[in-house]
Every structure is written in C-alpha cells, then in structure tokens.
C-alpha cells in the first residue's frame, strides 16, 4: 500500500550539531509535504511544508529538501539545541485522496546530548 | 488568540462504557480534523467536518464511532462500548479554509485509556 515512513526511529546528536531526520514516501502523486514536531505530551506543532514545485526550503534554522526522483524527504536543523528534542513526523497530502486528511509517517525521536 | 482546546486531557473507560471527546477550533476556523494516534505510531485521519456536515470520513471505524460539529459549540467524537484496543491519543486539528494547502493547527489531545 500506498504510505510515508522514515528510516530511523531514533537520532541522537550533540547540542550544536546539525541534525538530518529522513523521510520515504511511496505515493508518487503526493505533491505537498509538511514536516512536524511533537514533544512529549503535545500535539504536533508545524514546522515546514514544501509542494513538489520546489527541491528546497529553508525557515528559520530548518530546511526541507525534496528529491522526487527517489521519493525522499529531509528535515536538517541546524546547531540543534535541547529544545528541538521530539518526534519529527513528515506527513503528506495527495491529490485524489479524499479531502484534506494528512497522512502521517511513523515518526523520528530526536534525543539531543548535552 | 486562544488555540485548539481539547477535553478531557485525559479520559478512563471501561469496557462498554461511551466516550466523548470535545474539540474548540481555533477562532475563526470552521474546518475541524480528527486523528487517532497510538503509541509509538504516527496520527491516522479519522474524519474531517465543516460545520454541521462531515467531508470524509474514509478513517473512522465503520462501527461504534462517530463525530459531529454543529453549528453551535465544540466538535465531538464520540466512542460507544469502547474496547480496549481504542486506547489511544486523539487529537484534533483545525483550520482556516479547506484545501490540500492549508495549515493545520493541532490541540494537545485527548489520551483515552479503556481498562
């Protein structure tokens, strides 16, 4: 079946350091994709979205790269600090598949060491 | 500008008994979501509402399940004779307009337990 997942689900980097959390997807008429952030007790919390027009955006400390020859998605936090700790879900929404419903991925749990 | 309330934060069921979950989109949005998570797994679309009409409900459970928004007051989705397999995190989202583009803004969720 058609779904997006990730390749790891925990990462574990150092304060300061860049952080890369991967994402697959197999519907290849997905054409819009978010990434968020779900701490611990909360609901997830938007980060980045990107549309299939595009192979990159950045925001604020984040970029999400979109490479649609192999269906793969990437979050990079740059200089990660303790309080980018959470699960990082990409989700997608595709064209023709109901209304606006996402589809969420397993998720990534993020563990920043001091 | 208050956000997404949900509540109960937490709910304990047991077998056979209702629950219902309430959700106050944000001010201004008329277009409410629903999602189940469990644990260690990502969020699965149960259903998406409009006031007083439900859009999709391609994920919701064909039995015991439910959700309305009416046109006065909160979204509720409503679980009869729960099992303990819905134990699980339901959050609800909501937004400003329809389409595959806009931004969803999610509550914190209500955790249901079924003893």
């Known amino acids: 079946g058609e779904s997006v997942g990730l390749h790891l689900p925990t990462l574990s980097v150092q304060e300061g350091d860049n952080s890369i959390i991967n994402c697959a997807y197999s519907?290849?008429?997905?054409?819009?994709f978010i990434w968020y952030k779900q701490e611990s007790g909360k609901g997830p919390q938007f980060i980045i979205d990107i549309r299939s027009n595009m192979d990159k955006r950045q925001g604020q400390r984040v970029t999400v790269l979109l490479n649609k020859t192999v269906k793969h998605l990437s979050l990079q936090i740059a200089a990660t600090q303790p309080g980018d700790s959470a699960v990082y879900f990409c989700?997608?929404?595709?064209?023709?598949?109901?209304?606006?419903?996402?589809?969420f991925g397993k998720g990534t749990h993020l563990i920043i060491q001091p | 500008n208050a956000g997404v309330m949900q509540n109960p934060r937490h709910l304990v069921r047991r077998r056979g008994q209702e629950a219902r979950l309430r959700c106050s989109p944000m001010?201004?949005?008329?277009?409410v979501y629903w999602y189940r998570q469990l644990p260690e797994e990502g969020l699965k679309f149960m259903v998406y509402l409009q006031k007083e009409n439900i859009i999709d409900e391609s994920g919701m459970p064909k039995e015991r399940f439910s959700a309305e928004f009416p046109k006065e007051g909160p979204s509720i989705l409503r679980i009869q004779q729960v099992v303990r397999g819905d134990s699980a995190a339901y959050f609800c989202a909501s937004s400003k307009t329809s389409g595959r583009y806009n931004e969803q803004f999610f509550g914190p969720g209500t955790r249901l337990t079924v003893l």
């Open positions: 001010k201004g949005h008329s277009h």
């Open positions: 989700a997608e929404n595709s064209p023709g598949g109901g209304a606006d419903g996402l589809t």
């Open positions: 519907n290849s008429a997905s054409d819009y």
